[in-house]
């Protein structure tokens, strides 16, 4: 990885230190050019002309969002969000009263309050898994969940919003794979910053984001689907003519591959920058992308607990998401701080994360992500800035 080129590629990040890939990251230049241009053809030639001179470019994007996971393009689907892939997968799921979902304390929030709306309409029961001292996954209790409960869907978020825990999705794929239960995996905050591998994670569904480390547009996302889900016809309750083909007066016959799960209205030239930015990613390689974003967020937990700052993420596999408050577990005087310096961060809120924050005694904590953008020295800096 050229870093001096990939900042070159990255305009935003000339005139402050940028540390929000988590929320929304920094587009590469060619994301943002490629989308233009199709704007500009469809101000010229009409939306219907101007898909169908990219028509070769749009159909890239299964072929560069699969790379992303060790997936095959016939596995992938176009979503407008992490949000619109989870929950086109859970509605292909046919829940009934008393089915089970096991779960995790480190859910993202909006997954956890989609079981909820399940449980008050069609009484589904949840179910999370215990965490270690250390805040690792107990998969012997997660295996005996299983056993006892059969659950109709065992739902695991990678990487959680509120630190950065990556959470044991393969160990959890074995058992699910053990007890044929389907498995579905938020990957929202790991795609792009991690090497993944759908093969070895063992899941029948996976969602992710673009806008966040992937780089990409907001209002971009994607779908991973089995092929053993593919097989079973399992299918989104809400299909159009774009995942289904109107065959009879009364019936449609499931388009064969997990496009089924996408509709047929959709901004191209999102998709187009959805593209690059998975092709950008893949150019540099996620194995490379990982170890040094794992690097500068060490670094910088380092230097924070160093100078006495509370750093909340816990576990032994811990990703670029930096989350942390002063002793007391205030972060007004680092809020100000940072941003009269012009560093650009997040905070995670209580009911963000109300299971670990409750744990932690917390309402709020700011959120710091380095990418492969950022710099050691600009990591040194916000120290210092921070000691002051």
């Not at 233009?36 to 169908?52: N, P, S, V, W």
């Not at 006892?148 to 695991?156: D, R």
């Not at 630190?163 to 393969?170: D, F, K, P, R, T």
């Not at 016959?253 to 959805?274: D, M, N, P």
Request: hydrophobic content about 40%.
């Amino acid at each position: 990885m050229d870093l001096d080129i990939v900042r070159q590629d990255t305009v935003g990040c000339a005139d402050k230190i940028f540390l929000n890939s988590a929320g929304g990251s920094l587009m590469p230049e060619i994301v943002v050019k490629t989308m233009i241009d199709h704007i500009y053809l469809e101000q010229q030639y009409g939306a219907y002309e101007a898909a169908e001179k990219n028509v070769e470019n749009i159909i890239q994007f299964y072929e560069a969002a699969a790379k992303l996971i060790n997936a095959k393009p016939e596995n992938m689907a176009f979503t407008v969000s992490s949000t619109d892939a989870y929950a086109k997968a859970l509605s292909s799921i046919q829940f009934e009263k008393d089915d089970v979902i096991i779960t995790t304390n480190d859910d993202y929030v909006s997954n956890q309050i989609a079981f909820f709306s399940l449980q008050k309409k069609l009484g589904v029961k949840i179910i999370r898994v215990k965490n270690h001292p250390d805040h690792e996954l107990d998969l012997e209790d997660f295996e005996n969940l299983v056993k006892k409960h059969k659950p109709k869907l065992v739902a695991v978020t990678h990487i959680p919003t509120n630190s950065g825990l990556i959470q044991n999705v393969e160990g959890a794929g074995e058992i699910c794979r053990r007890y044929d239960v389907i498995y579905l995996v938020d990957a929202c905050q790991s795609v792009g910053q991690l090497a993944l591998d759908v093969e070895k994670i063992g899941c029948d569904f996976l969602t992710a984001t673009g806008r966040k480390f992937m780089r990409g547009p907001r209002g971009t996302g994607f779908l991973y689907v089995s092929d053993r889900v593919l097989e079973k016809n399992m299918a989104p309750v809400f299909l159009d003519l774009n995942g289904a083909e109107w065959t009879e007066f009364t019936d449609y016959k499931l388009l064969k591959t997990a496009k089924r799960f996408e509709h047929w209205e959709t901004s191209v030239s999102s998709i187009l920058g959805f593209t690059e930015a998975a092709k950008y990613a893949t150019g540099i390689g996620l194995q490379h992308i990982e170890i040094y974003t794992k690097t500068l967020a060490e670094k910088l937990r380092m230097g924070l607990r160093n100078n006495g700052f509370r750093v909340l993420d816990e576990g032994r596999n811990l990703a670029g998401i930096v989350t942390f408050c002063a002793p007391d577990g205030s972060i007004d005087g680092i809020y100000k701080i940072l941003k009269e310096n012009n560093v650009y961060f997040s905070v995670s809120n209580k009911s963000n994360a109300l299971i670990d924050f409750t744990l932690k005694n917390l309402d709020r904590a700011v959120r710091l992500s380095p990418h492969y953008f950022n710099t050691s020295e600009e990591i040194e800096e916000v120290v210092r800035i921070l000691e002051r």
